[in-house]
């Protein structure tokens, strides 16, 4: 999708912005896969008290973190392929059950990137492999 290879972030220039960003350090995302011929990225976050659901100890997921996730990993699905973080302009999630687990996998696949607009469909998949939520991202295809 992005012929301009110059410009496409490293695992380590991906891990270095993640570190650089507060909100996204405090997600303690692990960098699983960067496939810039099929434009993916697949990220983990790990659960934590402070993402939660209900009581400490449940082990399921709060919504917003997964939304959260669904975000970080659709931005940078196209941002390694530009070389930054993108501009999100929309944002459509779909929650299917609940995500319970020590960790939840998000897998982030640009489908069309244009020069407006750029088009990222996300899967959530529990620790147990269910997919657990889909989410839809328009992204601007511009360094943010």
């Known amino acids: ?11 380590d ?17 692990e960098i699983l896969e960067m496939d810039y011929a099929a434009s993916r990225l697949a990220v983990r976050m790990p659960l934590r008290p402070e993402i939660e659901r209900g009581a400490v100890g449940s082990q399921q997921f709060h919504g917003g973190a997964l939304a959260a996730l669904i975000d970080v990993a659709g931005d940078f699905a196209l941002g390694m392929l530009l070389g930054g973080g993108v501009p999100t302009v929309n944002l459509h999630i779909d929650y299917l059950r609940p995500a319970v687990g020590a960790y939840v996998d ?30 839809r991202g ?3 295809p511009v360094k943010g």
């Open 1 to 11: 999708m992005n012929n301009d290879h110059s410009q496409q972030l490293t695992r």
């Open 13 to 29: 220039g991906l891990a270095q912005i993640f570190q650089q960003s507060r909100f996204i350090n405090a997600m303690q995302l």
């Open 106 to 135: 998000a897998t982030a696949t640009v489908r069309k990137q244009g020069r407006s607009f750029a088009i990222i469909d996300i899967e959530i998949t529990a620790a147990t492999g269910k997919l657990v939520a889909i989410g």
């Open 138 to 140: 328009t992204y601007v």
